[in-house]
T-cell receptor, first 113, second 114 residues
């Protein structure tokens, strides 16, 4: 069973619009979360991390974490064509952080003009 | 100034042959990782290492070995390559506890086993 689940699988957003991505963990030990972005032919790059309940904003990107429900979301404001990519949610157990991250299957975002 | 570099970037191997994928990091991170990426499976952890001389099994270690001869280098070894190991392989480094162990990935090694 996938311990980190993402929705939707794919998303089309108009340029300048808002994209909303969701992620839920089924493992209560997972308390740290990341969003990664991967452009075609490249390696994944960390967008932002969130470890505490509430919102975290970095530029056009806002993440929200609800630890009680183990749900994290990512909102991309004013979407640009360069935001077209595969977005991964990743999680880890802070007590075993060195054992790596567990990734979801990804959400493919397409920004159209 | 890529901090995690992988080689080769592309490789075609024959079934039953030996394949070595190499990774070098200049982040001075203690921890290094090998993942594979397949459509429908996302990124899955194969092996990881806490430092020079250490290798640990990840979630899908069968058919793979790893070697960490130094802080900077981490290799993934396929002793007897099979077509099911056709994939894109990513190396990553991490290790700053105050960042929760954010991982930094290389550009990937595409392996085709025929």
């Amino acid at each position: 069973q996938q311990k980190v689940q993402q929705s939707p699988e794919s998303l089309s957003v108009p340029e300048g619009g808002m994209a909303s991505l969701n992620c839920t963990s089924s493992d209560r030990n997972f308390q740290y979360f990341w969003w990664y972005r991967q452009h075609s032919g490249e390696g994944p790059k960390a967008l932002m991390s969130i470890f505490s309940d509430g919102d975290k904003k970095e530029g056009r990107f806002t993440a929200h974490l609800n630890k009680a429900s183990l749900h994290v979301s990512l909102h991309i404001r004013d979407s640009q064509p360069s935001d077209s990519a595969l977005y991964f949610c990743a999680a880890s157990d802070p007590l075993n952080y060195a054992q790596g991250l567990t990734f979801g299957l990804g959400t493919r975002v397409s920004v159209f003009p | 100034e890529a901090a995690v570099t992988q080689s080769p970037r592309n490789k075609v191997a024959v079934t039953g042959g030996k394949v070595t994928l190499s990774c070098n990091q200049t982040n001075n991170h203690n921890n290094m990782y090998w993942y594979r990426q397949d459509t429908g499976h996302g990124l899955r952890l194969i092996h990881y290492s806490y430092g020079a001389g250490s290798t640990e099994k990840g979630d899908i270690p069968d058919g793979y070995k790893a070697s960490r001869p130094s802080q900077e280098n981490f290799s993934l070894i396929l002793e007897l390559a099979t077509p099911s190991q056709t994939s894109v392989y990513f190396c990553a480094s991490g290790g700053r506890r105050n960042s929760g162990n954010t991982l930094y990935f290389g550009e990937g090694s595409r392996l085709i086993v025929v």
